[in-house]
């Protein structure tokens, strides 16, 4: 298949170009590169030995993307592209509302103009709010205490309406819920600007010298050891997900939704003490006060993609921190090192 990727150059996205490509699909990145770089995609056709199509745009530019729909017949669309840092959504609810969700409205649009009927969507575990239970299914209430939540429920939503009122088009609702990791090259990871809000790249980051000590957000939650428990799924695992997805919904028309998880929950500092092992040093850290916002324990019931995507989660606890830790110290600066 011709595969469109909006957001291909960011983190998740590059990582699935890579299986992609290996699954013999052709891609077409649709990115503005707002938080990636030209250099995560050349590497990404480093590893594959195979080239993609690049169109430096952003997704709210119905031109730009009705010139790439015409241009390229693709036969289905990934959409990555989104902002992603909560807190910066809780200050700029506007700016989010705008890319994840007006975006998302133009990018659909357009492809109802060219009649291009398969989406998968880059969904949250964050639709879930503050569950009740774990293991969290799919059929869980929905609620968000954020601007960014609310932009996925939101597009969520958009999706299941078109869906009603178009019986040829077939969306994925991919939820991820805590992806790290990176290429096993060692070459593609994650990228973070500035203080990274996520636990893993803050890790990496103390553990490469760029920062002193790694700040645990609270030790009183009701989990094995009072710090947040959390379902950390490696980034080519969440990667192959989507090629089940697409390969196996591609024209089934209807709104599928899936957890794209591993089913184990693992604490702040069970991963502090993963990540040490892996990079054979101590990694300092301090417990200080909740984190505002932050959940006790968030983990995944993957049952339905095993059944329905043929999908599950392969890499190990080990796999994640050494493969985080490999890109980390290779690329100190990330993709300006
Ligand atoms: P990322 O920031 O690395 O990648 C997003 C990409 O989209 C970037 O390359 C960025 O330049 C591009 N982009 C943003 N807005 C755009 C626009 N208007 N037009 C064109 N391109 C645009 O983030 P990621 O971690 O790879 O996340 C990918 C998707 O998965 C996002 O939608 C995110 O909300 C979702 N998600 C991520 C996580 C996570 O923890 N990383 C968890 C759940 C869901
Ligand atoms: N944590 C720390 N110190 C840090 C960063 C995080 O102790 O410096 C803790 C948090 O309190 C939490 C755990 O590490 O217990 C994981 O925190 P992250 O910020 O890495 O991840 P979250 O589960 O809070 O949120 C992430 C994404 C959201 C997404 C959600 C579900 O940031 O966008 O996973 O997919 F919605």
Known sequence: MKILVTGGAGYIGSHTCI???ASGHEVVIVDNLSNSSEESMSRVEKISGKKMAFIHADIRDEAALDAAFSQHKVDAVIHFAGLKAVGESTEFPL?????NVSGS?????????HNVNTLVFSSSATVYGDPATVPITEDFPLTTTNPYGQSKLVVEQMCRETVIANDN????????????????SGTIGEDPKGIPNNLMPFITQVAVGKREFLSVF????????????????????????????IEKLHGQAGCHTF??????????????????KACNKEVPYKIIERRAGDIGQCYADPAYAKSVL?????KTLDDMVNDSWRWQSNNPD????
């Open 105 to 113: 409205c133009v990018l659909m649009q357009v492809m109802d103009k």
């Open 95 to 99: 700016k989010y509302y705008d890319n």
């Open 19 to 21: 299986e992609l490509l």
């Open 334 to 337: 990330g993709y300006s090192s």
């Open 259 to 276: 957890n794209l998880g591993t089913g184990q929950g693992y604490s702040v500092l069970e991963m502090v003490a993963a990540f040490s």
């Open 310 to 314: 043929d999908w599950q989660a392969e």
């Open 169 to 184: 088009l077939s969306v994925v609702l991919l939820r991820y819920f805590n992806p790290v990791g990176a290429h096993i």
């Open 218 to 245: 609270g030790d009183d939650y009701d989990t094995v050891d009072g710090t947040g428990v959390r379902d950390y799924i490696h980034v080519v695992d969440l990667a192959k997900g989507h090629v089940q997805a």
